[in-house]
Structures are given as C-alpha cells and as structure tokens.
C-alpha cells in the first residue's frame, strides 16, 4: 500500500497571523513538502492543477520534473489532471516527458476540476463536462497505447497518422487514476478501462464514498479486469495532529474556523464525526484511517491533504514529521497484515513493466517522406 501527501497548493491567509504567503513563497513551500515526504518515508506527493487564484500549481510537469531531479525514491503524481480542458495530445506528450526522466516515477490522476470558469478559458463548455472527459481520455489511452493514430472525435480536431513522442519509458503508460467527488459517470470510466478509481473523500460523509466505491467496483468485475475486491482504490483524508489531541484541536480550529472551502459552516466537531477529517493525536489518526478499510475494503493508496488553509510550512513539516515517523509505519504493518493475498499491491512502473512481459524500447523511428521506409534496422 502507498501512503502520501496531496495538495492542491492554495495561497491562503494564516488567520492566526494575518500574512498570506505570496505566490513564490507557496511554490517553493510545495516543493519543501514533496522533500520532506520523502525524507520521512512517504511512498507519494501528488499536486493539484488549477489555473486560478487562489491557487499556484497551473504547471504540474513542471513542478513534479524539478520535483523528479531532486529526489531518488519518491512517486510524483497529480492530484487532479484536468482532462477536460487539456488538449490530450499535450497531456500524452508532457507526461510520457516526466515518466523518462523520472524513470517512472509518475502516474496521474484524471479529474475535471472544481473551477467552473477554468471551461471557457480554454474554449470548452462545462455543459460538456462528462462527455468531454469521456472523449478525451479515450484519445489520450489510445496515444500511450497505439504508434500511430488515426482519430475523429467531436471535441478537438481529426488525427491523421499522428504519433505521439516521446513514447512511453520500457512501452507502458503511466498508471491513470480517475479522481471523483460525486460523479459515478467517473467511477464508470476507470472501471470500463481497468484503471485506478481515486475517492476524494474529505467532504462528504463515509457513506457516500462507499457508494461510489462499490460501484467502481461492481462494474470493475463487470468489465472482466478482476473480482471486486481486486479493484484498484486511493482514498484522500486530512488530519491534523498533536502528540496530545487537545493541542491539535486548539491549534487547527482558527485554520479550520476561517478555511475559505469550509470555514463559517458546521463546527470542528461536527464536520470531524460527520467527514473523515481527524484532528487529534497520531493514535486517533491511525485508528481513523484503519476504519476506512472496513466500508471501502482493502485499497492501494491513502493521500493525506496537510498543507491548506493557510497552516504555516513550519507546521505542515512538523506534521510530516508525526507521519512518517509514528503513523504511517503502524498503517503499513496493519493494512499489510489485513490484505488478502489476491488483492494487488498499489501500482508501480516496475509491477507494470513486469505484467506486460518486461521492458521493450518503444522508440518510434522516422519514415522517410520519398522512400515511405524506415532507416535500416529501425522499425515503426
């Protein structure tokens, strides 16, 4: 199981103090955290991508590639790849880019975002949200699978003979995961492809992630990919600790109080039994989190959100700190422990290699316009 951190790098005023963090302070304070995450262990740091303020991550091959260049074991991924607004083209190319020189580093999450104005900025129409996810990602699968692509579809310009470069490191595409808050249209689509399903699940109460994963699920086995049970499932969550849970309640609840996603509505106590959010000591986070398990089953990957609503790095590295060093080693022994032995393991480029029969160099090679032939020894 991969245990990590997710932020979707927002630039909030600290309540406590007044300050808000300027654009290049929250930008270097993201990769500070993906450092730290490996330092203390964590198998993942995921980024968000939003092309708005408040928000600073609009770039996440480019964070996650100078991410890449300064850390050895680390999994970098996305939080959310907008997939509706990017053209899949760019999205193939850019991320078969970080998946080489990351050495595999890499997978992503595919998601339509929570900005509605992000649609006509790029010339889309969040009318077409669902079918726009739908057909784009059909084409990006096709581009990661197929050298050469001939595709008509209604929502971007005809491909003729296209190729997409560079091709996919050892011939295998980055795992895709589908992130959803609400949409069981998504859950469909990563059950339809035998790809990751990836629950939001902070805002919404237990029930509801449940359902949506047990639909994943169903419809998982549905396609032929597995039982249900072999469905694979990453789970979001935010905590906040304290070795003694009173401090953890007393230092979040200014930060939670004036949060701009949940701030002035349901009180700390009352959004903490009614959504996954823990605050308290690394004990209560451990035993939450092991709960997870018994309405979703057994999953492969938990993403912790811990650098929002205006937390101060000092504290968001103090709260890696506890992670890694006291939560996160318990969650591994117990959750490996419970794990039947047909369940697989979260996904890897190296698993993934080694399913598909081992590495091959998927390198295309030009075909000369006058003759139609490839150089000698190369193959198309």
């Known amino acids: ?50 092309h708005n303020p408040p928000f600073v ?37 850019d991320y078969a880019m970080l998946q080489h020189l990351s050495d595999g580093r890499v997978d992503l ?45 209604k929502y971007r310009t005809p491909l003729q003979s296209f190729t997409s470069t560079p091709r996919p490191l050892d011939g295998v595409p980055p795992f895709v995961w589908h992130g959803s808050i609400r949409s069981p249209e998504i859950a469909e689509q990563a059950a339809y492809y035998g790809d990751g399903f990836f629950a939001n699940h902070i805002f919404w109460p237990k029930e509801h ?13 549905h396609y032929g990919h597995g039982s249900a049970d072999q469905a694979i499932v990453g789970l979001g969550g935010q905590v906040f600790m304290r070795r003694n849970s009173q401090d953890a309640v007393r230092e979040f609840r200014p930060y939670f109080d004036n949060a701009p996603v949940y701030g ?42 811990m650098d929002h609503a205006g937390l101060p790095l000092k504290t968001v590295l103090e709260q890696l700190d506890l992670l890694g060093e006291e939560v996160v080693p318990v969650l591994r022994k117990e959750f490996a422990a ?29 075909v000369d316009d006058v003759t139609g032939k490839a150089p000698e020894g190369a193959t198309r």
């Open 1 to 50: 199981m991969q245990f990590g951190v997710f932020t979707v790098g927002d630039v909030t005023v600290d309540p406590t103090t007044g300050r808000e963090p300027t654009e290049h302070e929250r930008i270097k304070a993201m990769v500070a955290i993906a450092l730290k995450a490996e330092e203390v262990g964590l198998d993942v740091f995921a980024t968000g991508e939003h």
């Open 109 to 153: 999450m595919m998601g339509r975002g929570n900005t509605g104005p992000v649609y006509p900025w790029f010339g889309k129409d969040i009318r077409a949200g669902i079918p726009l996810a739908i057909e784009n990602y059909d084409l990006l699968h096709r581009l990661w699978r197929e050298d050469v692509v001939d595709w008509k579809g």
């Open 338 to 366: 419970l794990r039947p032995a047909h369940v697989p393991e979260a996904p890897t480029h190296a698993a993934l290699v080694a399913t598909a029969g081992g590495a091959k160099d998927s390198t295309v090679h030009a």
């Open 57 to 93: 991550p609009s770039s996440p091959t480019t964070m996650l590639g100078y991410i890449a260049a300064r850390t050895e074991r680390l999994l970098l991924s996305t939080a959310t790849t907008l997939i509706t607004t990017n053209d899949p083209v760019k999205i193939a190319e």
């Open 264 to 305: 002035h509505g349901p009180s700390l106590e009352e959004f903490t039994r009614e959504t996954p959010l823990t605050v308290g000591s690394p004990q209560q986070v451990i035993d939450r989190t092991l709960g997870f398990r018994e309405y979703v089953g057994d999953y492969q990957r938990q993403l912790f959100l």
């Open 209 to 221: 992630t449940q359902r949506m994963i047990a639909l994943y699920r169903q419809r998982y086995a």
